[in-house]
């Protein structure tokens, strides 16, 4: 079954970049959608953004609009989410899921990572 792994979070201060990864194995990734999820403390999971299978990108969150870039290189197996201008309120923990389209909601997605911590410091 295809497994998902995220890399790339860490520690950044307020109006830095980071870019993860969502690094697909046993299957090719081109056959999914993929999505980035974000929770943080105390709050609910909400949608980010997702690739679709055809390549076309959805942004979900308004407040990411502008900053966050969601991209894909099938050849690698790999989606990205390249994060700018980082904000103390993108602290979250923030994982990949695959699923047959895209979608905001979490239970559409078959296949999850385990998720990179992004801490933003003011």
């Known amino acids: 079954q295809l497994q998902l792994v995220e890399s790339g979070g860490g520690l950044v201060q307020s109006g830095g970049s980071l870019r993860l990864s969502c690094a697909a194995s046993r299957y090719y990734l081109r056959y999914y959608a993929i999505g980035w999820f974000r929770q943080a403390p105390g709050k609910e999971r909400e949608g980010v953004s997702c690739s679709s299978r055809s390549g076309s990108s959805i942004n979900y969150l308004d407040s990411a609009k502008g900053r966050f870039t969601i991209s894909r290189d099938n050849a690698k197996n790999t989606v990205y989410l390249q994060m700018n201008n980082l904000k103390p309120e993108d602290t979250a923990i923030y994982s990949c899921?695959?699923?047959?389209?895209?979608?905001?909601?979490?239970?559409?997605?078959?296949?999850w990572g385990q998720g990179t911590q992004v801490t933003v410091s003011s």
């Open positions: 899921a695959a699923g047959w389209d895209c979608s905001s909601r979490g239970p559409d997605y078959d296949r």
